[in-house]
Structures are given as C-alpha cells and as structure tokens.
C-alpha cells in the first residue's frame, strides 16, 4: 500500500507540472498560430522536454530554429512541435486539472464532519454530493465518499499522468531518421566525462598507493634491514625494529584495504546496494533515515554509482552543510533508478566551489544518468540522481 501511496504522489506531482507547461502550451499555441511565433512554441516544447526528461527517458532537443520565422514554420519539427501543443494546451490542461481536483475533492470530502455545521443543509456535501447535509451522519456518509476519491487519486493518477505525457513523448522526440548529431554531441560529451571521471579515479588510486601504502611498505623493508643487522648485537634493538615494521606493515595493510573499497566497496558484493547503504546511514556523521524501495540487484557500475553519489552527498552534508539531519530515499521508477539525498542544513551548494558536487555530476552523467540539485541560501537541500539500470 505504501508504494500506491508514493506512486500516486508522484503522479499528482507530474501532473501538476504537466498544467503548468499546458498553460504554456495553450498560450504558445495562440502565439505560434495567430502571431506567427514558432520561438514561443519552441520554448514551451523544450520546458516539457525538460520536464519529461526528468521523469523518464530523455528527450533530446531537435536543434536550433531556423533563422527566418516563416521557414521555421515549414519546419517538420515544428510542425509536430505546433500539434503538441494544440494537444497538450487542451487535453493536457484538462487531465492536470482533474489531477489537480481529485485529492481536493478528496480533501474536502473527508475533512467535512469537522465542518458541515458551516454550510447551509440544502447546498449538500462538496464534491458531486448534492444530498442535504440534515446531521453528522449525513457528513459522514460525505467523508466516506471522500476515502473513494482518495483511491481514484492513487490509483488514476498514474494513469492520468502518463496519458498527458503521452502527447510530448510521441511528437517532441526526434522523428525516425532524423539527424542524431545532438544525440552524438550528447554522447560524446558524456563519454567524455567518464573518460576524465575514469582518470581522476586512476589519479586517486595512485596518489593514495604512492603517498600512503608504498612509503609504509618502504618503512617495513628498512626496519627489516635494521633488524637483520641488529640481531646478534642489540637483540632489544631488534625486537623494538620488527614490532615497528608490524605496525607499519598493519597500517600498510589497513590503507590497502581503504584503497580497494573505493574501487568497489566489497559490502556491495556481500550485501547488496540496501545493506551498503544501510552502513552509509549508521555510520553519518548527522542521524540519517534511509528508506530502499528497490528489490533486487542491479547491474554493479548502478550500484556503485550509487553507493559513490550517498556516500559523496552525506560527507557533504556533515562537513559543509551544517545540517542537523539527512533524508536518503532509494526506489526503482521502471528502467530507472532513482535517489534522493535531503538535508536540512544551511543550503547554498554550489558546484563551481568543489565540494565533489561536480565529481558526482560527472560520475552520474557518465552513465546516462541526470543529477538535480536544488539548495536555496538558508536550505534546505535536495540531490537527486536518476540511473538507468535496464528493464
């Protein structure tokens, strides 16, 4: 039942959004047919690529307008642009208001024992309930019907959201056999980012061998050395430099073993994504409260991204962020993978200042994967990260 419950607020929340670019599309539609302004309809179409982008597969932007406005018309891709938003400003604003109606009915309707004394007995309950209101069990028959339109609001919801989705995936992605160059451009940028996210790990393997764990293994042989020479004549001197090269060689060993699990934590091996991330909450710096919605494993470069992106983001939000708690969600969205890091600190993140935002960005993107920060001066902060991890 919780899952219904999120799936179904999750869907008021997409179908809220989908009104606001309808309202966008309904006064693009005006523009682009009366005034002839293909660059209002291409701006109210990118919003919902945008928008669609984040809840699913992402839609790539065809390209740039023709620079004459009557050429850009004639333009196939604006043309489809131009029956999205005849669409989506009709049908679409209809759908995200019934989205919108439905928890309000509901809402009204069970809330109504606490105040039916304030409406007249003849008007009726709200909603589409006009029998009179002649006592409390009347408006408890009202809050009853209110526990249905709740179900219809969890239930339909996704529904109701994919059908106004619908319209903007099936006209604003590129047509078949159109020109991919920016689908390549995105690509390759991205393959890119993971080349250099690939070499700065490289880079941070080797500094952590050559400073750390090869200058302790270069102790251990010298105080062997050192041993060996004084065994015979300073037996104590001996003893004293082989208890040192165990110390160095355990310190060795323990660097070594930091090394290797941030290659790839061997937790994820022994107890999957929920159980490393489970350590990740126990062991924050700040009280963490982590809730996994995700069954089953996923392929081993989604789970260590994943792993990376928490971890980075609870460092981040006990060294910087001065928050006095932290919120970590985990769920699967079909053939997705989605995080949500919240905290309650000052806010302010910037990914220009460090702080490894930068390094997650890179790291997420080079899977495919959007990242979304949102961090207001005073907070709080919300990260959230979605990976492709197959059907």
């Known amino acids: ?56 597969p992402e839609i790539i932007d065809p390209g740039p307008l023709p620079a004459r406005r009557w050429v850009a018309l004639r333009d196939a ?11 989506h400003g009709t049908a679409g604003f209809l759908l995200g208001l019934l989205g919108l109606t439905l928890p309000l009915y509901a809402l009204q309707c069970i809330t109504f024992p606490l105040w039916y004394h304030l409406v007249p007995g003849d008007i009726g309950g709200p909603g589409v309930l006009f029998w009179p209101i002649r006592g409390l069990p009347d408006a408890l ?32 992605a590129p047509p078949p056999g159109a020109d991919l160059s920016a689908r390549v451009a995105h690509l390759t940028a991205t393959r890119a980012a993971a080349l250099d996210a690939h070499a ?32 015979t004549r300073d037996p104590a001197a001996a003893e004293q430099a082989i208890d040192r090269a165990q110390t160095a060689a355990e310190d060795a060993l323990s660097e070594l073993r930091t090394v290797v699990r941030g290659i790839l934590p061997p937790v994820l091996a022994d107890r999957g994504l929920a159980g490393a991330l489970d350590g990740l909450a126990r062991d924050c710096g700040i009280p963490c409260e982590l ?74 993107e080079a899977y495919d994967g959007t990242m979304t920060l949102t961090s207001p001066a005073g907070g709080p902060t919300t990260m959230r990260v979605e990976l492709p991890c197959g059907s």
């Open 141 to 172: 028959l009202v809050a009853l019907a209110g526990v249905g339109w709740l179900a219809a609001t969890i239930f339909a919801g996704p529904y109701l959201a994919r059908l106004q989705a619908w319209p903007g995936r099936r006209l604003l």
């Open 77 to 87: 891709g604006v043309r489809r642009e131009l029956a999205w938003v005849g669409v």
């Open 291 to 364: 809730t996994v919605d995700a069954p089953g494993r996923f392929p081993t470069a989604v789970e260590a991204t994943a792993y990376y992106v928490v971890a980075e983001a609870l460092t981040n939000a006990t060294k910087h962020s001065g928050a006095g708690h932290a919120t970590v969600s985990v769920r699967r969205e079909e053939d997705r993978l989605v995080l949500r890091i919240d905290d309650d600190g000052m806010g302010g993140a910037d990914e220009t200042r460090g702080s490894g935002l930068t390094g997650i960005r890179r790291r997420v």
């Open 1 to 56: 039942m919780r899952r219904f419950v999120r799936t179904g607020v999750d869907a008021l929340e997409h179908l809220v959004s989908g009104l606001g670019t309808a309202i966008l599309a309904l006064a693009a539609l005006i523009a682009g047919v009366l005034l002839a302004q293909p660059a209002l309809v291409r701006s109210a179409a990118d919003r919902e690529r945008a928008r669609l982008s984040r809840w699913g």
């Open 200 to 231: 700065a790990e490289l880079r941070r393997i080797e500094r952590s061998l050559h400073d750390g764990t090869q200058n302790r293994l270069v102790a251990v042989t010298v105080l062997l050395g050192l041993a060996r020479r004084a065994l």
